[in-house]
């Protein structure tokens, strides 16, 4: 095995710890700080909204300028956002820092990373091992989120617990966010040469619009898609849930965490199971079938009536939610060109950052509505359901080369 293979799954393990690490105590941080849910909802659109831009600039540069360096690059990005959230309350730093860094509301992937190593990934696995290979990355990134979470929600409780202040307890958070920045900077550092783009990719990759070329009507088409859903998604992202479920509920950050553990254990494994149903349904069914119910049941928990049902209802629906994760990324690298892969990632991540971007202000607005909180859980599982039909109807006869 290429030694780039697990470095790459190691520092998406390290990653993804970060980012759920602060993911549970990111909005409770703000509201602390004095922020109104209509502030924070604003500040994570623009979270979202520098994300799409930095992502832009970084992938469609990576093939020509280094992915090593640019992975480097966004590495960097997560350290300064830690470091300016952690000292400062004040709304105009925030939200440069925000425009400008790297952080995750939502525990899921942010940021250049995704796109350059999943694209280093396609070229170092041969394509047969493709959708098992993204399986196994979403897995280490599930099960990172999840103790990432769990250690974060607990480590504040602790804190607070010990006679720390609310706010001293979420900045020790942000510190540890800041240092894994740090580390992910040396560990990219150890990369070599076999995860840049061949010289062919980068010799031609300046003279194409987004480094595409006849692969872009489907890449736009899928992009399109994908914005939709990411909409959707981030109508409900964790750090958003987590304070749901404090508001009505009263819970506590340690019983966050936990909640949030489980519930990323649960999805690491669906992703895991997804490799095995697309050897034998496909991969544009299994997005499908798996993601519709899990939709329903995203739509189901506001109506729960008490804490214990509304988690387990919670918990089935992230135990089929990431089925469409592996397979949405390998069939957007199977049904493009080899030398479009990179862009392909790229650009799809971008359209999922932009379609992303909005969303938590418009959750920010319904949360300060007491009637109203339940809405984004609804509103985002009808969306989503939208999006698995017109996925299934646009792209169930093209298929991937090992289903053909």
Known sequence: MNRDIPLLFITRLIRMFGYGFLSVVLVLYLTQRGLSEGEIGLLLTLTLAGDAAITLAITTSADRLGRR????????????????????????????????????????????????????????????????????????????????????????????????????????????????????????????????????????????????????????????????????????????????????????????????????????????????????????????????????????VPFMPTLPLAVITLLLRFSISQMDVPTRQSYTMAVVNPDERSAAMGVTSIARSVGAMLSPAITGQLLAVTSLMGAPFVIAGSLKIVYDVLIWRGFRAIKPPEEK
Not at 72 to 78: P, S
Not at 81 to 94: C, D
């Open 69 to 300: 360096r640019m992975l480097i690059l966004g590495a960097g990005l997560m350290v300064i956002a830690g470091l300016v959230f952690t000292l400062t309350g004040n709304i105009i730093l925030l939200v440069v820092t925000a425009i400008i860094g790297v952080i995750s509301p939502s525990g899921n992937e942010i940021g250049p990373f995704l796109s350059i190593e999943q694209a280093s990934l396609s070229q170092l696995v041969p394509d047969e091992k493709r959708t098992q290979t993204f399986a196994w990355y979403n897995l280490v990134g599930s099960f990172a989120t999840a103790m990432g979470a769990l250690v974060g929600g607990v480590l504040a409780q602790l804190l607070q617990n010990a006679g720390y202040t609310p706010v001293n307890s979420y900045q020790a958070v942000l510190m540890g966010y800041t240092l894994i920045g740090v580390v992910l900077i040396g560990l990219f550092l150890l990369l070599s040469q076999s995860v840049e783009a061949p010289r062919s990719v980068e010799a031609i990759s300046i003279q194409r619009r987004f480094g595409l070329h006849q692969s872009r009507k489907v890449v736009f088409k899928l992009s399109s898609l994908f914005a939709l859903d990411a909409f959707a998604g981030a109508l409900v992202v964790q750090s958003m849930v987590a304070y749901w479920f404090n508001v009505k509920f009263g819970v506590q950050p340690a019983v966050l965490g936990s909640i949030f553990f489980a519930a990323n254990i649960l999805a690491g494994i669906s992703a895991l199971s997804a490799a095995w149903i697309a050897r034998r349904i496909g991969l544009i069914n299994t997005m499908v079938y798996t993601h519709i119910p899990s939709n329903i049941l995203l739509i189901m």
